[in-house]
């Protein structure tokens, strides 16, 4: 996406806010925003890959009549393929164009009034009818109740029929200005619209919204570091996928990657998750997120990854029950994480579901560095038995939307390059701010990758740690230990100036 793109992307969407603000929270109507836009995406898809069939024939989709017996043939025909090669199906009437303008013309004619004219209705039946034509086939799983978010009949739409189809209508009628630009494959509407309406409205999404949504640039640095050294992936997985984007971003990294798996607990943005997966042409066939608790209930727990990426939830809460010590991916250590600190507990979770020869990269918060208690005792196994500590890295702080709280990045493998050591990287003070948020930018991602392959000692930045060191520290990660960053400052001198001295001699002398 162009930066033009995304001024005029951005530009609708502020629009699109500024109606729907004061109608529901921020986080509410930025589902409404999302669901619009992926329903956008799917009928522009369905029209350009119909055109495509229809070009040998000169004619157009949207310019068929399904009504007559001609039209309706061709459309049947049209949807036979579109469902094998696509997994959905949408019709001439039903395109968003179509809905977009019909809602115009309503608001343009200022003929609300008239039931038979309304959108709401149409545009309900539409949504449905594109999980409906999916059912019996191999996609059905993956467009079930997609649209459930998108409460058509809620209140705070409106008070009354009319106020809600005018609303809605509004929102069309913004969307239907955005270009989607499908024949760019590096197109990123999904994930700059969510961004935006995160960073947009922070306030009245809060913390909600950050937990579910790793930022592009530290979604760019997981996705560099776990294809560094291996770019042809047969399974990558996130078991906290949120969105999707940071799947998606490891993609567009990778030369290849055969199929993608997640897990997510949230179930509107499971729904996002597989909307983004749909919007970004990965086939249905080639997509496996599920919606449960990973810890609780995992649902790929028999499957090992080539690649492991994740931003879990900050210090969460789970049952962290004694029946998990007969769990094989908690048994080994010992010890569970506590109770009210679930981030030892995903980092677990994912080194069992790792292959041997894989990378994963987790952003954590800087307590797992040096807590002590269980989660000191799980450090220590990982480093002193499983060895597969690779690298830390620590990030500048307030890079998250909604936490201000400084992170870092663990780096792990079962088979190690370099077995006898830890690189640590202090990339705390590289970044742009930008408003009341810290950026990274792509010289600061590159950085930190380079340092990572180079694995060398920079001053100030990075050092290689021996395992020894480690021991010695008492399997302390914390990074100021190993990347000595101290700043001396200018030396002030306490001696008053010569001038000043013989004034005061003086002035003593005077008094006398």
């Not at 000191?376 to 990982?382: A, K, N, P, S």
Request: proline share 3%; net charge negative.
């Amino acid at each position: 996406m162009t930066e033009e793109q995304r001024r005029q992307l951005q530009q609708q969407l502020w629009n699109i806010a500024n109606t729907l603000r004061g109608k529901m929270n921020a986080d509410e109507f930025r589902d409404y925003i999302l669901g619009f836009i992926f329903y956008k995406y799917l009928s522009e898809k369905v029209e350009r890959y119909a055109d495509a069939l229809l070009a040998e024939d000169h004619l157009k989709f949207a310019e068929l009549d399904e009504h007559t017996e001609d039209g309706a043939e061709i459309v049947q025909a049209v949807q036979d393929a579109a469902v094998k090669q696509l997994g959905y199906f949408l019709k001439p009437s039903e395109l968003f164009h179509a809905v977009a303008m019909k809602g115009n013309n309503q608001l343009d004619a200022e003929n609300l009034g008239d039931g038979h004219n309304f959108i709401l209705a149409d545009l309900a039946r539409i949504l449905k009818n594109i999980e409906q034509s999916t059912l019996g086939t191999d996609s059905a799983d993956d467009f079930s109740n997609l649209f459930e978010d998108l409460d058509l009949t809620s209140s705070k739409l409106g008070a009354t029929e009319k106020a809600k189809n005018a609303l809605v209508a509004k929102v069309l009628v913004h969307l239907d200005k955005i270009d989607f630009n499908l024949a760019d494959g590096t197109a990123d509407v999904l994930g700059d619209a969510y961004e935006y309406l995160i960073g947009e409205f922070a306030s009245g999404a809060g913390k909600k919204a950050g937990e579910f949504y790793t930022p592009q640039p530290v979604s760019t640095l997981l996705a560099k570091l776990v294809t560094s050294q291996n770019k042809n992936l047969k399974t990558l997985y996130d078991p906290t996928c949120g969105s999707g984007s940071l799947l998606l971003r490891v993609k567009r990294e990778a030369n290849h990657v055969d199929k993608i798996y997640g897990q997510e607990l949230n179930r509107t943005t499971y729904n996002l998750a597989r909307m983004n997966m749909i919007l970004h042409d990965v086939h249905y066939a080639d997509f496996d997120i599920r919606q449960e608790d990973t810890l609780e209930h995992p649902q790929h727990r028999d499957l090992r990854f080539d690649a492991i990426v994740a931003n879990p939830p900050f210090s969460a809460h789970w049952s962290s029950s004694p029946l998990f010590m007969s769990d094989d991916r908690f048994s080994v250590y010992g010890k569970l994480a506590p109770a009210s600190k679930a981030d030892m507990a995903f980092v677990q979770h994912m080194i069992y579901q790792l292959a041997d020869d894989g990378a994963m990269a987790v952003v954590l918060p800087h307590g797992v560095l040096f807590r002590g208690a269980a989660e000191g005792h799980i450090r220590q196994y990982l480093i002193e038995q499983m060895n597969c500590l690779d690298a830390v890295i620590g990030l500048p702080a307030n890079i998250f939307y909604g936490t201000s709280i400084p992170t870092c990045v663990l780096v792990l493998k079962k088979c190690r390059r370099n077995p006898n050591d830890i690189l640590f990287i202090d990339a705390s003070q590289h970044f742009d701010k930008v408003k009341t948020q810290n950026i990274l930018r792509p010289a600061h991602i590159q950085k930190i990758v380079d340092a990572y392959l180079a694995r060398t000692h920079e001053d100030k930045y990075s050092a290689v740690a021996s395992l020894e060191a480690i021991k010695t520290n008492d399997y302390n990660l914390n990074i100021p230990r190993y990347v000595d960053t101290f700043e001396a400052e200018d030396a002030i001198d306490l001696e008053p100036p010569r001038v000043y001295r013989r004034l005061h001699f003086l002035r003593e002398w005077s008094y006398e």
